[in-house]
């Protein structure tokens, strides 16, 4: 399903001379849905334990690009992908590559909440049971855990055999994000975790975005400026299946280089 | 001005038009109900419903009909389930899109509306002949379970595919396997509807009378099977069979097999009804 490149050793060894060590790395990706190349030749390197934000207007590409990195995108149909993506230097489209155990590494909350018709306990364990972890005390630990980490333990502790759908959306999306934790990924992704939220449940899950950069590497799909510039460390701007400018977020908002990144956003178009 | 007028008019029409159609088709129900159970209704009673059959009509009884049409459901239930449901969630999860999927997906619709005279024949061929079944309730209740297959991989089909998307996604972004997938969410989520097909399709066999006749089944059996090689009676055929005697008892103790028969048959479908709701409150 996947073009998969080969000369993978030789491109490791390269890599680890690098001084400088990252996360996420991808290289010359190129992606398309039958005739339709969504991603043109990106090259982006992340650092660990940062935040990047993506923007770029509806159809730009970037949520097509942030679901490479845990295989998402080989559900969808005439899916195609050259180039290399790497996480902590192993090639996550390698022919050895377990896409289980490579979404145990990279979590994902999506971007309208979507919590299974479960309780909220189950909701959280389920990352947790379906690795065939069934001692219920390390169960009760992790999920206690997990909720804490995402702000809502002390908002759900006394319901945790309640069905998660008689949260509140930014209840619920909070959930999904202890889902994810559970699981202890070092990266996160999330694809607009808050677009589908009012105002007070998304200054929270910045909040919370915010703390968890203490432990995770987090990507961040936005539609919203103010947010990519409040929370993340680095923003990537997308335009029509290319990165056109990837940078210091300070440096992107204040001082692009290009002037697609500027008009973009100060709101001239997209 | 005026045509909003003229809309009304033609809103208030259609309602009545509608409304019309709607009462034609439950006066018919209606009356078909009511002429049955006032021909047949004095006549259940207990000696009815345990009494076998007999050349008497005062003395005739379904209880051989009742236990063969029991069993039979039990047994098709146990056959065309597994493989349905099977059948179904392969189609939908794990075929990959193409011409021959397409073109098994027509051909399994289609097959859910061939005539089941053809599939008794079908059954005739292969179960009572080529596996030398006999006519025995094991090859009735293999034809009545080809019958349902269709209609019970569709339902499934239909089911899976209610299953929001965004779940089968969370779940696949936490580790999931496939088939953890399938069994964890797209199951449970889709029970319920599982559940209805199965009972809509059952309700439909139970009523099936051609295919069993072709296959061997007898209106005159006096006793219940008791092994999967024995002939059987269903009430269909006891049903059939009794209207087309010229005594009157016969006709009244017909319309009474036939209250019993809806009566299953709603029963079926009311816990048919009963699963869907309670799964859509669990779902909400």
């Avoid at chain 2, 319309?255 to 479908?269: C, P, Q, Y």
């Amino acid at each position: 399903m996947n073009d998969v490149m080969t000369e993978e050793t030789v491109e490791a060894k390269i890599e680890t001379s690098t001084p400088e060590k990252y996360k996420l790395h991808a290289k010359n990706v190129d992606v398309f849905y039958g005739d339709f190349q969504a991603i043109k030749n990106i090259s982006m390197n992340v650092k660990p334990n940062s935040i990047t934000a993506f923007i770029g207007p509806s159809g730009c590409g970037k949520s097509t690009f942030i679901r490479l990195f845990n295989r998402m995108n080989d559900y969808v149909d005439d899916f195609k992908m050259d180039g290399k993506i790497k996480i902590d230097d192993t090639n996550i489209y390698g022919k050895k590559t377990q896409v289980e155990e490579l979404r145990k590494e990279v979590g994902m909350v999506f971007q309208k909440p979507n919590p299974f018709p479960k309780s909220i306990f189950e909701n959280v364990a389920y990352g947790l049971q379906i690795q065939g972890i069934k001692d219920k005390k390390i169960l009760t630990q992790r999920v206690e855990k997990a909720l804490k980490q995402a702000d809502l333990w002390n908002e759900v502790k006394d319901n945790l055999n309640k069905s998660a759908l008689a949260l509140s959306g930014g209840q619920q999306q909070r959930l999904c994000i202890a889902r994810t934790l559970a699981v202890e990924p070092s990266i996160l992704l999330m694809d607009e975790p808050t677009s589908a939220l009012d105002p007070i449940s998304t200054a929270k899950i910045e909040e919370l975005i915010h703390h968890l950069k203490e432990h995770y590497t987090i990507i961040i799909v936005t539609h919203n400026m103010q947010q990519a510039s409040r929370i993340s460390d680095y923003t990537a701007f997308f335009y029509m299946g290319e990165l056109i400018e990837f940078d210091k977020t300070r440096k992107i908002f204040t001082n692009p280089e290009k002037k697609q990144t500027e008009n973009y956003i100060t709101g001239r178009f997209g | 001005m005026n045509n909003i007028r003229k809309n009304k008019i033609k809103d208030q029409a259609f309602k009545a038009l509608g409304m019309l159609f709607t009462f034609f088709g439950i006066s018919i129900l209606v009356i078909l109900i009511y002429n049955i159970v006032r021909v047949g209704f004095t006549r259940i009673n207990w000696d009815f419903l345990t009494g076998l059959p007999s050349r008497k009509p005062e003395e005739a009884g379904i209880y051989t009909a009742i236990i063969g049409t029991l069993d039979l459901m039990l047994l098709t239930v146990i056959f065309a389930i597994p493989i349905g449901v099977g059948a179904g969630i392969y189609l939908e999860e794990y075929s990959k899109k193409s011409k021959l999927s397409s073109l098994l997906e027509i051909n399994i619709s289609n097959l859910a509306g061939v005539p089941s005279i053809i599939y008794g024949l079908l059954g005739l061929g292969i179960f009572v002949r080529y596996f030398n079944f006999g006519g025995s309730i094991l090859s009735g209740s293999l034809t009545l379970s080809l019958l349902i297959l269709p209609i019970i991989i569709v339902a499934t089909r239909e089911a899976i595919k209610a299953v929001p998307p965004s779940l089968k996604e969370a779940s696949f972004a936490l580790g999931a396997s496939k088939w953890q997938t399938i069994r964890n969410v797209v199951l449970p989520s889709s029970f319920g509807g599982i559940i209805t097909g199965i009972i809509l399709s059952l309700s439909r066999a139970i009523g099936e009378t051609a295919p069993l006749i072709v296959v061997g089944a007898m209106a005159y059996v006096p006793f219940v099977p008791h092994s999967l090689f024995d002939t059987f009676s269903v009430l269909p055929i006891q049903i059939f069979n009794w209207t087309t005697r010229p005594q009157q008892g016969f006709a009244v103790a017909a319309s009474a097999a036939i209250i019993i028969l809806l009566l299953i048959t709603f029963i079926m479908n009311g816990i048919a009804v009963y699963f869907r709701n309670r799964w859509q409150k669990k779902l909400q």
